[in-house]
């Protein structure tokens, strides 16, 4: 059983940033795939990034490529997320997931990644 607790969720001003945290419970996380997806009212959830059990592989989102950075420290059981250059569009929930199944293959969709976070807020003001 993994659990995963979200925080560093806030309001921003447009072009500033925020960092985003995940608490891991469980031995077994730097053996998973870590994933950060969002989700915005009356939207469906979308893939922002992902990382490999090792931290080397990295994989983003068409619309935050190169402004976000997704990183993991497996020894604090911790998984990041910093976000630059915030714009309104990135107004969302974001979710923390883990891939148990996985420590190299990446999925980009939701249904991918069997445990979830309860979601942070995050909103960005013009």
């Known amino acids: 059983q993994v659990q995963l607790v979200e925080s560093g969720g806030g309001l921003v001003q447009a072009g500033g940033s925020l960092r985003l945290s995940c608490a891991a419970s469980?031995?077994?996380?730097?053996?998973?795939?870590m994933g950060w997806f969002r989700q915005a009212p009356g939207k469906e959830r979308e893939f922002v990034a992902a990382?490999?059990?090792?931290?080397?592989?990295?994989y983003y989102g068409a619309s935050v490529t190169g402004r976000f950075t997704i990183s993991r420290d497996n020894a604090k059981n911790t998984v990041y997320l910093q976000m630059n250059s915030l714009k309104p569009e990135d107004t969302a929930v974001y979710f923390c997931?883990?891939?148990?199944?996985?420590?190299?293959?990446?999925?980009?969709?939701?249904?991918?990644?069997?445990?979830w976070g309860q979601g942070t807020q995050v909103t960005v003001s013009s």
């Open positions: 997931a883990a891939d148990s199944k996985n420590a190299v293959v990446v999925s980009h969709t939701a249904l991918g990644y069997d445990y």
């Open positions: 990382v490999t059990w090792s931290g080397i592989s990295t």
């Open positions: 469980g031995r077994t996380f730097s053996r998973y795939v």
